[in-house]
């Protein structure tokens, strides 16, 4: 089982729809959790960390389930410019640690 | 350009030839990060140096792979008797001690 499961996708959805990504992870001794953004053949770019209580950053909100060991990334009123691959990503304390990365969730927003 | 910076950008080898791969950090950033990836998948971790130590060191990270930091500033990565599964992208990111990691543009590996 990998540490850190995602749905491939694609996800392919129109302008302006809302779109849900899922995330869950193996190791319950994770401390830290972040959605990265990545476009095709470039680097990852953090996108926001996620927190217990939810947090909300524009059209993005992300959400944490530790009793669930679950990471979520709601996008609303999607943009073309939103379509990437989106990563999420577990580190085992603090930011600046050894990261894992899912395998990613692509998502194409079309006219 | 005070972003995280790699070099190549790509690098075409022949099975069995030895390859090394630059990174420069952000400046201060006492933390470097290498990392592998493959199409369709996330990156992998491989190593990571606090300055000049090595502090921890993937199983992905075979007797042919080694990693130096030796100034606490740039790194390199070297593959040794290259082998075709080791074609991938090699990412390098750094960080201050409790920072974000920002990622370098990688190292694209063809091997042949």
């Known amino acids: 089982r990998k540490e850190v499961e995602q749905d491939p996708g694609p996800f392919n959805v129109p302008e302006g729809a809302t779109v849900a990504f899922n995330c869950t992870y193996s190791n319950s001794a994770s401390q830290s959790f972040f959605w990265y953004r990545q476009d095709c053949r470039k680097e990852p770019k953090l996108l926001m960390s996620?927190?217990?209580s939810g947090n909300e950053d524009g059209r993005f909100t992300a959400q944490l389930n530790r009793a669930s060991q679950y990471i979520s990334l709601l996008i609303r009123d999607s943009k073309l410019s939103d379509s990437a691959t989106y990563l999420c990503?577990?580190?085992?304390?603090?930011?600046?640690?050894?990261?894992?990365f899912g395998t990613g969730t692509r998502l194409q927003v079309t006219l | 350009d005070t972003g995280v910076s790699q070099d190549p950008r790509h690098k075409i080898t022949k099975r069995g030839q030895n390859v090394t791969f630059r990174c420069d950090p952000i400046s201060e950033h006492n933390r470097l990060y290498w990392y592998r990836q493959t199409l369709g998948q996330g990156p992998e971790f491989l190593t990571y140096?606090?300055?000049?130590?090595?502090?921890?060191k993937s199983r992905l990270l075979s007797d042919r792979f080694s990693a130096e930091r030796p100034k606490g500033s740039f790194s390199t990565l070297e593959i040794q008797r290259t082998e075709q599964g080791d074609s991938a992208m090699y990412l390098c990111a750094s960080s201050l001690s409790s920072g974000e990691q920002f990622f370098g543009p990688g190292t694209r590996l063809t091997v042949l």
């Open positions: 140096f606090q300055n000049e130590a090595q502090l921890e």
């Open positions: 996620v927190y217990s």
């Open positions: 990503v577990v580190g085992k304390a603090g930011t600046a640690s050894k990261l894992t």
